[in-house]
């Protein structure tokens, strides 16, 4: 696919009408109003074998946190996401709502994107995974002995990524997951093309970039051995998994998050909106608010038992 035709394909998948109004299961989060003041936010460098990691920590001013975060943007996104209705980025915006709420997050830019180090070229689900449990491990390092739980949201391919890094050691207790990426081969097949997907992962992993798209054959061999339900799965942290019935990047994605539960001994929640793939943030961001505090919820929790 041409730049110029990868560009339009992914602005008409994050850009979608107005949704209809929130359904009941956005009512059924419980107590989420603010109770934290907000501490300024500040930008970190996280110093990795890897190369340097940027992020930005946010975070409540006054008494323990209630949660910590790490935050995972999507393919060729940066730590502060979309923009909302033209305003704050959608993880800048969630960050200082869930700081309201007593959690500390860490947004960060992958490896090879926004402003970290790297070749964006070189990037995989593998080396993203990497950086997601190294900017956890500087996490708990920096809130030292807290015992609020850890968590990892992740939004489309960072959702993806946090069930990879989750099923290889991640150390995290609940993972929030936005329009994740469940069904590889489909999503990314939308966006290159299966054949060039197919054919760029027969090359050799670390070879030249593959024609229109960037990326090393690596990223393609990616997508080929991914498997969400396996590596959801593989761990026994709590998930909830944000669907839009309107997003083309993900389709069907409440039946693929109900056949990943069904794979799982461990909680699962699953909260399908009349949504696009940005959830509201282009052109309702008060349902993107309302998925917010769900998600505030749902990180602060008590474990079922």
């Given at each position: 696919m041409k730049k110029s035709a990868l560009i339009a394909a992914l602005l008409a998948a994050l850009i979608s009408p107005a949704s209809a109004t929130p359904p009941e299961a956005l009512e059924r989060c419980g107590p989420t109003g603010p109770g934290y003041a907000v501490a300024d936010e500040r930008v970190v460098d996280i110093i990795t074998p890897a190369g340097r990691i940027e992020g930005t920590l946010a975070g409540p001013a006054d008494g323990p946190p209630?949660?910590?975060?790490?935050?995972?943007?999507?393919?060729?996104?940066?730590?502060?996401?979309?923009?909302?209705?033209?305003?704050?980025?959608?993880?800048?915006r969630a960050a200082r709502v869930f700081a309201e709420r007593g959690i500390v997050s860490l947004r960060i830019d992958f490896i090879g994107s926004g402003r970290s180090d790297g070749d964006w070229a070189d990037t995989r689900f593998s080396t993203q995974a990497r950086d997601a449990i190294a900017a956890t491990k500087w996490l708990t390092e920096m809130t030292g002995t807290s015992s609020a739980p850890l968590g990892v949201f992740g939004y489309s391919q960072g959702g993806l990524v946090a069930m990879r890094a989750a099923a290889n050691g991640g150390p995290w207790e609940r993972l929030a997951l936005w329009n994740p990426v469940l069904d590889p081969m489909a999503t990314y097949g939308i966006i290159f093309g299966e054949d060039t997907?197919?054919?760029?992962?027969?090359?050799?992993?670390?070879?030249?970039?593959?024609?229109?798209?960037?990326?090393?054959?690596?990223?393609?061999?990616?997508?080929?051995?991914?498997?969400?339900?396996?590596?959801?799965?593989?761990?026994?942290?709590?998930?909830?998994?944000?669907?839009?019935?309107?997003?083309?990047?993900?389709?069907?994605?409440?039946?693929?998050?109900?056949?990943?539960?069904?794979?799982?001994?461990?909680?699962?929640?699953?909260?399908?909106?009349?949504?696009?793939?940005?959830?509201?943030?282009?052109?309702?961001?008060?349902?993107?608010?309302?998925?917010?505090?769900?998600?505030?919820?749902?990180?602060?929790a008590e474990p079922q038992r």
């Open positions: 209630r949660a910590r975060i790490v935050m995972l943007h999507g393919y060729t996104g940066s730590r502060n996401e979309i923009p909302v209705a033209k305003g704050e980025g959608m993880f800048a997907i197919r054919n760029a992962a027969q090359g050799d992993a670390a070879g030249d970039i593959v024609a229109d798209t960037r990326l090393r054959p690596g990223f393609f061999k990616g997508i080929v051995d991914a498997d969400p339900r396996a590596d959801a799965a593989a761990t026994d942290a709590a998930i909830l998994i944000v669907t839009g019935q309107r997003a083309p990047l993900v389709k069907n994605g409440a039946a693929l998050a109900n056949a990943l539960a069904e794979g799982r001994t461990a909680e699962t929640q699953i909260l399908d909106l009349d949504a696009g793939h940005d959830l509201g943030a282009i052109h309702d961001p008060a349902l993107l608010d309302q998925v917010i505090a769900c998600t505030a919820s749902f990180l602060t």
